[in-house]
């Protein structure tokens, strides 16, 4: 049995974006959870550390979106790529393009 390296260090990866993802999920959770205990902390260190917290919030979803998009793109090219490998595999078998 062949194996092939290029796929399964693609797998790997999204599997490591997937988890990446999961990562940032928890964490905007708890930095969302973390802002709403301490909106009543009026002092001025308080609301710049809010500030930071939301605007990094803001970019941990950004992220999570972009790793989302990632890992469906590759999902559908593993798709394809199966549906082309159970029509024709002798093709690629032989290192045709599938």
Known sequence: METNYEELAGAHSAMARERVAADLKTLTRDAEDLLKATAGDVSEK???ARERVGAALERARATCADLREQTAAVAKKRVA???AIRTS???C???WAC
């Open 89 to 91: 595999p002798s093709e």
């Open 46 to 48: 308080a609301r710049a």
């Open 81 to 83: 790529l199966s549906a």
């Open 93 to 95: 078998r032989s290192g």
